[in-house]
């Protein structure tokens, strides 16, 4: 049988400046800061010129975003797992931009309780108004803050107001 040895001394504690642990906090505190607080989405690539100015707004304001192209229609599963999850994430606000009958904000608003602002953008007909009032006019209770058609830059502004309540 064998002998377990005993260390009769107590080994000290490990400089916490100096001690593994340290170093991983200090990944994480980097990796923190560079966690996305606001969520851009659009339903389509063809979006990405017209919700460009809610991220350079952002930026302006050092607040990071992440661009993602996801559709209500085309991609349910995706814009579901991505709204349920934003929150764990860090993000703070999602702001969704669509066109024509635009269902991605209100859905976006169902999966979360983070604010949700919706960008509405000008289709081929109507004049914008089909978006914006698929984004405008969301039963009570699943709330999508609406700017103007094409306004973008807007939903970049009231993001950044938000986070800083
Ligand atoms: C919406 O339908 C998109 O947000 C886009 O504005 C519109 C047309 O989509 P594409 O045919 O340009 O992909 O889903």
Redesign the pocket.
């Known amino acids: 049988m064998s002998e377990i040895s005993q260390d009769p001394t107590p080994t000290p504690p490990p400089d916490l400046e100096q001690s593994p642990m340290a170093e991983e906090l200090g990944k994480i505190e980097t990796i923190d800061a560079e966690t996305p607080l606001v969520g851009i989405i ?6 990405m010129e ?1 919700m460009e100015p809610a991220e350079k707004y952002l930026r302006e304001q050092g607040i990071l975003a992440e661009v993602r192209v996801m ?4 991609d349910p599963e995706l814009v579901r797992e991505y709204c349920q999850n934003a929150r764990m994430r860090g993000l703070k606000v999602i702001i969704a ?8 904000p209100g859905v976006a608003a169902a999966h979360t309780d983070l604010p949700v602002i919706g960008v509405p ?1 000008l ?1 081929k007909s109507l004049g914008g108004l089909d ?1 914006l009032l698929s984004a405008v006019q969301m039963p009570p209770g699943i709330p999508v803050a609406c700017v103007a058609i094409d306004g973008a830059k807007n939903a970049g502004v009231l993001a950044t107001r938000i986070i800083n309540v």
């Open positions: 659009m339903g389509s690539k063809n979006d017209k559709s209500a229609h085309r931009g669509a066109g024509m009958s635009a269902a991605l953008i289709g978006a």
